[in-house]
């Protein structure tokens, strides 16, 4: 399901395809650190008349031209290193998409699995009640019950009749949202229980070194770089920028002697920008990339105390399951044996079926929870796992 989800998951392949946009666009602004060469050739024709005569002529040129701009202040770098980071974030941002809907499509394949795992208890159930239902049916037709007994028998076995129906219904809203989250929309499931073993979970106290293997936090960290060289880039606004260019070629009517002595000609220059006054522009533009910058920092700070906070609840949950297991384990044997009691003391007419029925309900109860908790422990380990970013 996993391996369908990354191929098929169009939150993932959106994910991807901003990772890539973002190379490119690192691509752009790190071809303006290097000079830029072009060369430009042409050809000419031309024809006069005076006096009835008639003079052409034919002009040739080739040339080209090198330009280049001094990063003195830093514009350009800062600029580069800013969108390179961008773009990482963008790769982080990527693999946290991969990580949430794996998760996604665990917590559904168990919650179907789950699902599954009831719907057993409940066939069983019903295949008891209508057994106590035949029972009682049984015993009403020699007079040692009451017509009571029976529609009780028969109320509870509805019951669980429309539980059942209930289950499966949920089950196929599971399915369905399974079947986006992996992009395959006529995605069918077979009924099974699945159960697997619980994953070894880390301990309570985990050092926050594991927590730098989340993505988010690494995306956030990214971020909070950029908006660092994006303030350097609009602080070096401020300063003039300086070109440097030079070109070279030659002109001649004849393409002979394009290349030679005569024809030649280049030339040397450069060209400052100095910004005079710009009505408070630049310094306005720095005072926005400033504040950007506070906003990611906060933003950062928040991701961390998101990531704890998710790891600490992944682990109660974790713990929390575990200390309930042998108590349920406790609850479902003695209700089993209550229930097996209540029913031969019912088959000798020594209790009421009210007594067989409350039993009934406390071994279903049992059972549910039991269920509960099997997948209970596997939910919350998949949690714990992409809480520490795995």
Same mark, same amino acid.
């Given at each position: 399901?996993?391996?369908?989800?990354?191929?098929?998951? /169009?939150?993932?392949? %959106?994910?991807?395809?901003?990772?890539?946009?973002?190379?490119?666009?690192?691509?752009?602004?790190?071809?303006?650190?290097?000079? $830029?060469?072009? %060369?430009?050739?042409?050809?000419?024709? +031309?024809?006069?008349?005076?006096?009835?005569?008639?003079?052409?002529?034919?002009?040739? $040129?080739?040339?080209?031209?090198?330009?280049? +701009?001094?990063?003195?202040?830093?514009?350009?770098?800062?600029?580069?290193?800013?969108?390179?980071?961008?773009?990482?974030?963008?790769?982080?941002?990527?693999?946290?998409?991969?990580?949430?809907?794996?998760?996604?499509?665990?917590?559904?394949?168990?919650?179907?699995?789950?699902?599954?795992?009831?719907?057993?208890?409940?066939?069983?159930?019903?295949?008891?009640?209508?057994? *106590?239902?035949?029972?009682?049916?049984?015993?009403?037709?020699?007079? %040692?019950?009451?017509?009571?007994?029976? /529609?009780?028998?028969?109320?509870?076995?509805?019951?669980?009749?429309?539980?059942?129906?209930?289950?499966?219904?949920?089950?196929?809203?599971?399915? *369905?949202?399974?079947?986006?989250?992996?992009?395959?929309?006529?995605l069918t499931l077979s009924a099974g229980t699945g159960i697997a073993e619980p994953l070894m979970a880390p301990t309570m106290g985990l050092p926050s070194l594991l927590l730098q293997q989340r993505p988010?936090?690494?995306?956030?960290?990214?971020?909070?770089?950029?908006?660092?060289?994006?303030?350097?880039?609009?602080?070096?606004?401020?300063?003039?920028?300086?070109?440097? $260019?030079?070109?070279?070629?030659?002109?001649?009517?004849?393409?002979?002697?394009?290349?030679? #002595?005569?024809?030649?000609?280049?030339?040397?220059?450069?060209?400052?920008?100095?910004?005079?006054?710009?009505?408070?522009?630049?310094?306005?533009?720095?005072?926005?990339?400033?504040?950007?910058?506070? +906003?990611v920092a906060a933003l950062y700070q928040k991701t961390i105390l998101t990531a704890f906070a998710d790891v600490n609840q992944a682990l109660i949950e974790t713990e929390g399951w575990n200390k309930q297991t042998p108590w349920m384990?406790?609850?479902?044997?003695?209700?089993?044996?209550?229930?097996?009691?209540?029913?031969?003391?019912? #088959?000798?007419?020594?209790?009421?079926?009210?007594?067989?029925?409350?039993? *009934?309900?406390?071994?279903?109860?049992?059972?549910?929870?039991? %269920?509960?908790?099997?997948?209970?422990?596997?939910?919350?380990? #998949?949690?714990?796992?992409? #809480?520490?970013?795995?």
């Amino acid at each position: 399901m996993i391996g369908l989800a990354n191929a098929h998951n /169009q939150d993932i392949a %959106v994910s991807l395809s901003q990772y890539d946009k973002a190379l490119a666009v690192l691509g752009a602004t790190r071809s303006n650190e290097l000079p $830029s060469l072009t %060369v430009n050739a042409g050809s000419t024709r +031309e024809s006069t008349n005076t006096a009835n005569k008639r003079d052409r002529s034919s002009t040739h $040129s080739a040339s080209g031209l090198a330009s280049f +701009e001094l990063d003195m202040w830093g514009r350009l770098s800062n600029a580069t290193k800013a969108n390179a980071q961008t773009a990482e974030a963008a790769r982080e941002y990527s693999r946290h998409t991969q990580n949430l809907i794996r998760n996604a499509v665990i917590q559904q394949y168990w919650s179907i699995r789950q699902l599954d795992a009831l719907g057993e208890v409940i066939a069983k159930q019903i295949e008891a009640r209508r057994q *106590q239902l035949t029972i009682s049916e049984q015993k009403l037709a020699f007079g %040692v019950t009451s017509e009571l007994d029976v /529609q009780q028998a028969k109320a509870d076995l509805a019951s669980l009749e429309r539980s059942r129906i209930s289950t499966k219904t949920s089950r196929e809203g599971y399915q *369905q949202s399974l079947a986006i989250l992996v992009g395959i929309p006529d995605l069918t499931l077979s009924a099974g229980t699945g159960i697997a073993e619980p994953l070894m979970a880390p301990t309570m106290g985990l050092p926050s070194l594991l927590l730098q293997q989340r993505p988010d936090i690494k995306q956030a960290e990214n971020q909070l770089q950029a908006a660092g060289f994006d303030v350097a880039v609009a602080r070096a606004a401020l300063f003039p920028s300086i070109g440097l $260019s030079a070109q070279g070629g030659g002109r001649s009517a004849s393409l002979s002697s394009l290349t030679g #002595a005569g024809s030649s000609f280049w030339t040397l220059g450069y060209t400052l920008d100095l910004p005079l006054f710009d009505g408070g522009l630049r310094l306005s533009q720095i005072d926005q990339a400033k504040a950007a910058q506070r +906003e990611v920092a906060a933003l950062y700070q928040k991701t961390i105390l998101t990531a704890f906070a998710d790891v600490n609840q992944a682990l109660i949950e974790t713990e929390g399951w575990n200390k309930q297991t042998p108590w349920m384990q406790d609850e479902l044997s003695a209700a089993q044996k209550a229930m097996d009691f209540a029913l031969r003391k019912y #088959a000798v007419g020594t209790v009421d079926y009210s007594t067989v029925l409350d039993t *009934q309900k406390s071994l279903l109860d049992a059972e549910k929870s039991s %269920v509960e908790i099997r997948y209970g422990k596997l939910i919350s380990q #998949a949690n714990l796992y992409y #809480a520490l970013g795995f």
